[in-house]
């Protein structure tokens, strides 16, 4: 099997050079140009639109997308040319979870929502998942996942396609995600995300008490919630945020808790 590899020292803080970002990102698009990515997006959002129950609630959707809308604006020059973002509401309150598809679709949850309590909160996510976006890790994971030749030949044949697509919306079905990314993903998604969520003028520090709502109900439940089972936080990932977080100043402190309980009033009582 053939993998496209780009050799990066193995980062211990975030010290990942932006040269290696640079090479890894551009390997991302000769695997995955962005046309054939926005092609396997359109295919995983019917997938994904038979699989999972959207939420078609105009108030709750258009909230989160008017977010989301920020945080692309904050992020305008990392977008790569002929990328659209969707956001996407996934009406299952069991499930604490967001993702990234190819081509800019993402999908937040409604267990997700409800866990948290604030803007500051929610944009960390959603600045984070428009990283993974931005900085092509999808491609990258792609490629890792299956291999550079399997990968092209998929993409290359309708068959393949329509296989793959399968695939991943089959894993999205079980295990409520897409892709499981590496760490240097992860941290990159971090730190590139935390700066998103700053620019559009939110408190990054949001991401640091999400961390904390997740891992008390991680211990409360008997499983883990799907966000920590794809996003481990472990101390290093909680230091360097916190050492991002130092570095965005002055730190921004909209929260808007007020607007975000209104909204979550809106959503009702959870269904079990
Ligand atoms: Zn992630």
Redesign the pocket.
Known sequence: MTRLVVPCALAVTLTMTAGCRTAQRAAAGVVLPVSQENELGREMERELARELRLLDDPQVVGYVQELGRQIVQAADGDVPDGIEFKFHVVDDDATINAFAIPGGGIYVFTGLLRAMEDEAQLTAVLG??VA?VTRR?IAQQLTAQFGFQALTAMLGSAGGLTGLVGQLGGAVASQGFLLK?SRD??RE??YVGLGYQARAGWDPRGMMEFFTILQHMDEGRGRPPAFLL??PAPDERVINAHRRIAELQPTPTRRNRERYQQMLGHLGAPTK
Do not use: F, G
Request: glycine content about 0%; hydrophobic content about 10%; overall charge negative.
């Open positions: 984070h998942e993974h890790h990314y993903n992860e998604a971090d794809t996003h």
